[in-house]
């Protein structure tokens, strides 16, 4: 379940979105004015925060100034919700890191579209840095053959050169020839340097055609 961090001052509008997210799903933090907001944040960090800007004592602007600053909430979607349309506060908002902007009043379709949509593109950036054991071809790109590929991806698994072996109908003593291959050609001595190497290669983003 997706945690959604409600930071707004009016508090019908605030149990209103409170309402709704529940509905679809979502688990809700509410707080009432920025300086709770941040302590909900820090304390349960949130998947998406919802922000308004115009708020006593402690502005959005603030807000989203001390969530950037902070390593835990970094990367974490912010979502400005505020009656203030100009487009210099828009500026503004997204110069300081937000990553949406939804003026008041919206339709509930509006909200859940944002928050969808910027939790669709985090996971999108979650899974380009995973690496990806669909295929050995990277693999062959650090100069090994299609076979030392096949064992390498398994490697990177963590495998063990009798799974291995087993898996590729093969002889361990085989399986441990093509590691040595591995090793003399991409310069490691030793199959968890081995396995970094092969990790970053299988990395999508690191196999993105130029």
């Not at 603030?62 to 902070?70: A, D, F, H, K, N």
């Not at 593109?121 to 090994?144: C, H, N």
């Amino acid at each position: 379940m997706k945690t959604v961090l409600v930071i707004e001052d009016e508090p019908h509008m605030r149990t209103n979105i409170t309402k709704l997210l529940q509905l679809e799903g979502y688990q809700v933090l509410e707080a009432p004015n920025g300086r709770i907001g941040i302590q909900f944040a820090q304390s349960q960090p949130p998947d998406i925060i919802l922000c308004d800007i115009t708020m006593p004592d402690m502005d959005g602007f603030t807000v989203i100034s001390i969530v950037r600053s902070l390593p835990s909430l970094h990367s974490v979607p912010f979502i400005f919700l505020t009656a203030r349309g100009d487009a210099r506060d828009i500026r503004t908002g997204m110069s300081m890191g937000a990553d949406d902007y939804l003026p008041k009043p919206f339709t509930a379709a509006d909200l859940l579209n944002a928050i969808e949509a910027r939790l669709a593109r985090l996971q999108s950036v979650a899974d380009a840095s995973q690496p990806s054991f669909t295929s050995a071809k990277p693999l062959e790109k650090l100069g090994l053959t299609p076979a030392e590929a096949n064992v390498l991806l398994w490697m990177a698994q963590g495998k063990s050169n009798a799974d291995i072996a087993a898996i590729l109908n093969t002889g361990i003593a085989t399986v441990k020839k093509h590691a040595q291959h591995i090793f003399d050609k991409i310069g490691v001595d030793n199959r968890a340097s081995a396995m970094l190497i092969a990790r970053d290669q299988l990395t999508p983003h690191n196999n993105t055609p130029c």
